[in-house]
């Protein structure tokens, strides 16, 4: 019985450390990233226990070996109305804080957010100037991409990479209280909405 509650235990910190939710906060949503039909059956599956979902068009390019989501200044306005999007205040400790707002974006800029700021950005012959504007995250951490960037609506249907999706699912309970499902999609990560 002991071993039992051990590697329950264990599992559960783990899973709290990978999904970057605090140890006693819970968390009351999930963002779920991956293929268009994936997020459609997962959100299928969950129709019945959610409070509210939404869905976003993404992009994946890659640079120099790393995944740039990118996003919408939509969409990237919608996360941070949702407290959704993090500054790292100390990356040793894993703090954060969360964001108020963005800058706007002008057709022909776009705003990375990242670690470090890349040697080179490459988006595939699409001409932007891209201004580096620190280490923040959708979430609490870096679960989907290496960084992301945001352009103007009227440039993202020019950048050339991968269209993926983005769901945010709402739950009125902690969505890992019963295990935390695989949603059948390329990544998902614990969040908390409503902050």
């Not at 703090?95 to 670690?115: D, M, N, Q, R």
């Amino acid at each position: 019985m002991k071993k039992l509650l051990m590697v329950c235990l264990t599992a559960f910190l783990i899973s709290t450390v990978l999904t970057g939710c605090g140890m006693f906060e819970k968390a009351n949503g999930v963002i779920l990233y991956g293929e268009e039909q994936q997020i459609i059956d997962s959100l299928e599956r969950e129709k019945d226990e959610l409070v509210k979902e939404d869905q976003y068009k993404i992009k994946i390019v890659e640079n120099d070996g790393q995944r740039i989501l990118v996003l919408k200044d939509e969409t990237a306005q919608s996360l941070v109305k949702k407290k959704l999007i993090r500054e790292i205040t100390n990356q040793e400790k894993a703090k954060t804080a969360i964001i108020s707002s963005l800058p706007k974006v002008a057709v022909g800029e776009g705003i990375l957010f990242a670690k470090k700021e890349p040697a080179a950005l490459n988006l595939e012959g699409m001409e932007l100037n891209v201004k580096y504007e620190g280490n923040n995250v959708i979430g609490r951490g870096r679960a989907y991409a290496d960084m992301f960037l945001i352009v103007n609506d009227a440039d993202w249907a020019s950048i050339k990479g991968t269209e993926k999706m983005m769901a945010l699912l709402e739950y009125d309970k902690d969505p890992s209280a019963d295990g935390l499902s695989d949603y059948g999609v390329e990544e998902r990560t614990l969040v908390r909405f409503n902050d």
